[in-house]
């Protein structure tokens, strides 16, 4: 029996060594007050052992003494253990300097007993087997230790049972356990101190008290209170949570998780599995492996946007132990991105691709299928802002919405499309798909401005046959645009290749506007003066035109170049160029007394978008001091018309600071005789154009004939340009017109010559 108990001892000091170890991985600070008890456990089991095997009166004696003395400091750190373990505040009594002076003093009184033998004595006592072992005989100080013994373990046990009695019904089975083994320790020390038994086996119970400690302290979670705290949690969450063992089983599912595979709240989790299920079937997926699946809920005007993750989960080992199941409804983030996108991607007033994005989703589709023949088209409705002009702004947009709608109807092959600005739209498809007489027919067929207003309208297309997916769709669309512009104005032809021709004027485009700067600055760029001429025979002024003497070209006429300036905004530095040129010789013929000449010079309607205009030229005649009214303006009728008012309104500031304004190509626009009435310049410039021969020239002649008499009744003479013959002057001295330019009086020339002839001759005709 020893030996058994002597083993059974050994162990349970590992049990207590263990936990020991344990507990000084935790940072707690119930967890230092374990440690104690850990500690003096041990000390008391120790000392206990070591009584088995020695036959030593004296170590008897001493190891009682230890014995003793661990079990008061036992017995306190287990009532600060519980305490703390307890939440009461009364442990700032319990660690007061009068119970560790008690404590202390009882110490010392057990420890002085192997020398003074006043609190117990050791007698020799033989058991059944004649085995000879050592109890003692208590005397009055043992007694006093065994009361303070007691009370600490009362204390404890009170403290324990009101814990158990306040607390909820999940907390009460850690006090529990703790109240057990501290009854079962007491009741064998009290059985082993009235029947004087050879072993004490109330020191059995250290080894699992030691291990509640720890366990209850350090590790223990009520698996009640999670459970309760995860349904909780996870049943309030908006998403939908299935948990399932190592074995697929569902072990749980929360009302979220039901409502979205349609399961009742009353099904049982192995419903619930069987359902999941079908559900993963029907979605072709597998428990196997972790996932991250979109579902699309519901009808398309009423989707629910669900993402579905799959999760395993592991221990510390690596072990499959089971897996999480989420639902997690994200229409609102879903359709909040889909509007995102709707804004970044699409045009607002149609609703197709924006340019922006059509270029990038054309790249990618080319990029993705580099071996398909496709063609890139755009669109460009003729007089377009005359329809907004004439119809108003809303029938215009509700034009360009109709169209997108057709090319959006007809867009059956997986074209992509897109507005490119204004009233210009680019697709692109399959070439197989494009008939250039199923275009024609179908405009003549179906594009009109409104059903109630049968305004035909007239769609150009320019087609870009892709060949080289490296270039940029931007510059595909460019030359779709430059091809459209080689048909612009007819009526005939609806749709326009861009050819090789095409490309080498491309080239050549880019080339002249690479050289433009450095054209500039070597003076390459000539102006050249064609006479005004007066009915008397005058000379007046001139018109300032250019000519560029190219070093490799040759001499460049402003047809090769001014419009193709205009189109890429450089016309506003060529512009500015010859205004200070003409300034120049404006002052130049001042200092030489012929300053009663003027010079009249053209602004693009692109300077108004770039350019200060009053600024530029008020510093000008301020620059080479010249009377500004020899340096007269020329605007068209279609640049005043594209912002009335604002343009109204420099006028007015230019011609303030006297500025002659002159309108140029009057009667090529739409609304001229209107805008006679609104618009203050000082010149009308008509071209002999207005007199194309036509059905009725007779006719023209009239209206001509009614433009001269009304601009000279509101004192607003009129230069009649292309003339070419002297039949033309003739009617037209009889309309009323003075003023003549053209041909039949003299080509551009270079400054020089127009001096030599005009200026220092006094020319006259």
């Known amino acids: 029996m020893k030996y058994g108990c002597a083993v059974a001892f050994a162990i349970t000091i590992l049990c207590l060594f263990y936990c020991l170890v344990r507990t000084k991985e935790s940072k707690k600070k119930i967890a230092v007050v374990g440690r104690r008890v850990l500690v003096v456990a041990m000390i008391s089991v120790a000392s206990n052992l070591v009584q088995m095997f020695s036959n030593n009166e004296v170590v008897y004696n001493i190891t009682y003494s230890i014995f003793f003395v661990s079990l008061d400091w036992l017995l306190y750190n287990v009532l600060c253990f519980t305490i703390e373990y307890t939440g009461f505040s009364i442990i700032k009594y319990v660690r007061s300097k009068a119970v560790w002076f008690v404590l202390a003093a009882d110490s010392i009184s057990l420890l002085l007993n192997p020398i003074l033998g006043h609190a117990y004595t050791c007698v020799q006592v033989l058991t059944v087997q004649n085995e000879l072992y050592y109890s003692f005989i208590s005397k009055l100080p043992y007694y006093i230790h065994l009361g303070i013994s007691y009370i600490l373990v009362v204390l404890t046990i009170l403290c324990l049972i009101v814990k158990i009695a306040c607390s909820p019904q999940i907390y009460r089975r850690k006090y529990w356990v703790i109240l057990i083994f501290l009854m079962f320790i007491v009741t064998g020390d009290a059985v082993h101190l009235i029947f004087k038994t050879v072993i004490d086996v109330s020191i059995l119970g250290f080894a699992f008290a030691g291990i509640a400690v720890y366990y209850y302290s350090i590790v223990y979670v009520s698996n009640d209170l999670l459970n309760r705290l995860f349904s909780v949690v996870v049943g309030g969450l908006g998403d939908g949570i299935l948990l399932f063992d190592m074995d697929g089983q569902c072990i749980y599912a929360n009302s979220t998780g039901r409502k979205m595979i349609e399961v009742s709240e009353s099904a049982s989790v192995e419903e619930v599995d069987e359902v999941c299920g079908e559900w993963l079937f029907r979605n072709e997926l597998s428990r196997q492996e972790d996932f991250l699946y979109e579902w699309t809920k519901g009808k398309k005007s009423q989707a629910q946007h669900i993402k579905v993750?799959?999760?395993?989960?592991?221990?510390?080992?690596?072990?499959?132990?089971?897996?999480?199941?989420?639902?997690?409804?994200?229409?609102?983030?879903?359709?909040?991105?889909?509007?995102?996108?709707?804004?970044?991607?699409?045009?607002?007033?149609?609703?197709?691709?924006?340019?922006?994005?059509?270029?990038?989703?054309?790249?990618?589709?080319?990029?993705?299928?580099?071996?398909?023949?496709?063609?890139?088209?755009?669109?460009?409705?003729?007089?377009?802002?005359?329809?907004?002009?004439?119809?108003?702004?809303?029938?215009?947009?509700?034009?360009?919405?109709?169209?997108?709608?057709?090319?959006?109807?007809?867009?059956?092959?997986?074209?992509?499309?897109?507005?490119?600005?204004?009233?210009?739209?680019?697709?692109?498809?399959?070439?197989?798909?494009?008939?250039?007489?199923?275009?024609?027919?179908?405009?003549?067929?179906?594009?009109?401005?409104?059903?109630?207003?049968?305004?035909?309208?007239?769609?150009?297309?320019?087609?870009?046959?892709?060949?080289?997916?490296?270039?940029?769709?931007?510059?595909?669309?460019?030359?779709?645009?430059?091809?459209?512009?080689?048909?612009?104005?007819?009526?005939?032809?609806?749709?326009?290749?861009?050819?090789?021709?095409?490309?080498?004027?491309?080239?050549?485009?880019?080339?002249?506007?690479?050289?433009?700067?450095?054209?500039?600055?070597?003076?390459?760029?000539?102006?050249?003066?064609?006479?005004?001429?007066?009915?008397?025979?005058?000379?007046?002024?001139?018109?300032?035109?250019?000519?560029?003497?190219?070093?490799?070209?040759?001499?460049?006429?402003?047809?090769?170049?001014?419009?193709?300036?205009?189109?890429?905004?450089?016309?506003?530095?060529?512009?500015?160029?010859?205004?200070?040129?003409?300034?120049?010789?404006?002052?130049?013929?001042?200092?030489?007394?012929?300053?009663?000449?003027?010079?009249?010079?053209?602004?693009?309607?692109?300077?108004?978008?770039?350019?200060?205009?009053?600024?530029?030229?008020?510093?000008?005649?301020?620059?080479?001091?010249?009377?500004?009214?020899?340096?007269?303006?020329?605007?068209?009728?279609?640049?005043?018309?594209?912002?009335?008012?604002?343009?109204?309104?420099?006028?007015?500031?230019?011609?303030?600071?006297?500025?002659?304004?002159?309108?140029?190509?009057?009667?090529?626009?739409?609304?001229?005789?209107?805008?006679?009435?609104?618009?203050?310049?000082?010149?009308?410039?008509?071209?002999?154009?207005?007199?194309?021969?036509?059905?009725?020239?007779?006719?023209?002649?009239?209206?001509?004939?009614?433009?001269?008499?009304l601009s000279n009744k509101l004192d607003m003479p009129v230069i009649m340009e292309g003339v070419e013959t002297k039949e033309q002057v003739q009617f037209l001295t009889e309309m009323g017109c003075h003023i003549f330019q053209g041909f039949y009086f003299a080509k551009p020339m270079s400054v020089s010559q127009f001096e030599k002839t005009y200026v220092m001759n006094s020319y006259r005709l």
């Open 309 to 709: 993750s799959l999760q395993h989960l592991q221990d510390q080992k690596q072990r499959h132990v089971g897996y999480i199941m989420r639902f997690q409804d994200w229409t609102v983030q879903a359709n909040e991105f889909y509007r995102e996108h709707q804004l970044a991607t699409r045009d607002h007033l149609t609703k197709v691709y924006n340019k922006s994005y059509f270029l990038k989703r054309a790249g990618e589709y080319i990029r993705q299928n580099n071996e398909g023949e496709f063609l890139l088209v755009c669109s460009d409705i003729k007089n377009f802002k005359l329809i907004n002009d004439v119809f108003g702004m809303e029938t215009g947009d509700a034009l360009l919405v109709k169209l997108a709608g057709e090319i959006r109807r007809r867009a059956v092959h997986g074209e992509i499309y897109g507005r490119l600005g204004n009233d210009r739209f680019g697709i692109l498809l399959h070439k197989k798909y494009f008939s250039t007489s199923e275009i024609t027919q179908w405009q003549q067929n179906h594009i009109y401005l409104d059903d109630d207003i049968r305004y035909p309208i007239h769609l150009y297309l320019g087609v870009y046959e892709v060949g080289d997916g490296g270039v940029p769709v931007s510059v595909m669309c460019e030359r779709a645009l430059m091809a459209i512009e080689t048909i612009k104005g007819g009526y005939h032809q609806k749709v326009a290749y861009y050819d090789d021709l095409l490309r080498d004027s491309a080239l050549r485009e880019q080339e002249l506007s690479a050289e433009l700067l450095e054209a500039l600055k070597e003076e390459q760029i000539k102006i050249y003066l064609q006479p005004q001429v007066v009915s008397d025979g005058s000379v007046p002024g001139a018109e300032v035109l250019v000519r560029w003497e190219h070093p490799e070209r040759g001499l460049l006429m402003p047809s090769s170049f001014v419009e193709m300036f205009e189109r890429n905004g450089m016309i506003a530095k060529l512009d500015q160029y010859v205004w200070e040129q003409a300034c120049r010789q404006l002052q130049k013929w001042e200092r030489c007394g012929h300053g009663d000449i003027y010079l009249s010079v053209n602004i693009s309607p692109k300077d108004f978008y770039y350019l200060d205009i009053y600024k530029i030229f008020t510093e000008l005649i301020g620059k080479y001091k010249i009377a500004p009214s020899n340096l007269k303006l020329e605007i068209t009728e279609t640049t005043v018309m594209e912002n009335l008012e604002e343009q109204l309104a420099l006028i007015k500031r230019l011609r303030a600071a006297g500025f002659i304004v002159e309108m140029d190509d009057f009667g090529s626009g739409y609304s001229s005789l209107n805008m006679l009435k609104d618009i203050c310049v000082d010149v009308l410039k008509i071209d002999m154009a207005f007199l194309k021969k036509g059905e009725d020239e007779e006719r023209g002649r009239n209206i001509l004939c009614t433009i001269i008499e």
